[in-house]
């Protein structure tokens, strides 16, 4: 169980698992779980976990959070595999600039599920080719959201199913 949020790593920093059902992250406090701000992220990789939020109405906690990134920072060769996320109130995975431009560089989002968001259930502003594979949303919570919420960039969508709710959009790709 987790009290606080984790908000540094160093770059090559892994973070791993015995597997996401039993290897699990939780919020106490409906704060993000992995809140990480600053010029630039490189080799960092979440293997083999599980991530519960606290979900509830009015709750804005992410999962993996990743903003602030300023000027020529980004976020390259970022590694989320094997990882469930469950009942956050905000977005599950959310990776954006300080200005909304492309900051995520060649990584890789694969064998994710992700069940009870309250907003898109990943959200991406994406650079250079970035890859997500077999990856099932659940259910999205608030109606006209998305599983997929993709903001420029390349990006590789290979086995990205879902999403369950009737009211949520599969994808929205392009500028805010």
């Given at each position: 169980m987790l009290f606080r949020s984790i908000t540094t790593l160093a770059a090559g920093d892994p973070v791993f698992g015995d597997g996401p059902k039993v290897s699990i992250i939780k919020s106490r406090s409906g704060s993000n779980l992995i809140d990480l701000s600053g010029a630039s992220f490189y080799n960092i990789s979440f293997q083999h976990l599980g991530f519960y939020g606290q979900g509830s109405s009015g709750n804005s906690g992410k999962?993996?959070?990743?903003?602030?990134?300023?000027?020529?920072g980004s976020t390259q060769a970022l590694r989320i595999i094997d990882?469930?996320?469950?009942?956050?109130?905000?977005?599950?995975?959310?990776?954006l600039g300080d200005t909304g431009n492309g900051i995520l560089f060649d990584s890789t989002i694969a064998d994710v599920t992700i069940r009870h968001t309250g907003d898109h259930a990943l959200y991406v502003y994406?650079?250079?080719?970035?890859?997500?594979?077999?990856?099932?949303?659940?259910?999205?919570?608030?109606p006209?959201?998305?599983?997929?919420?993709?903001?420029?960039?390349?990006?590789?969508?290979?086995?990205?199913?879902?999403?369950?709710?009737?009211?949520?959009?599969?994808?929205?790709?392009?500028?805010?």
């Open positions: 999962g993996i959070y990743i903003h602030g990134v300023t000027g020529d990882c469930d996320f469950n009942y956050f109130g905000s977005n599950a995975i959310n990776i994406a650079s250079l080719t970035n890859t997500f594979r077999n990856i099932f949303v659940g259910q999205v919570d608030t006209n959201k998305a599983a997929f919420r993709f903001v420029g960039g390349i990006v590789i969508c290979d086995r990205c199913n879902g999403v369950n709710t009737p009211t949520t959009h599969w994808g929205i790709i392009g500028a805010d």
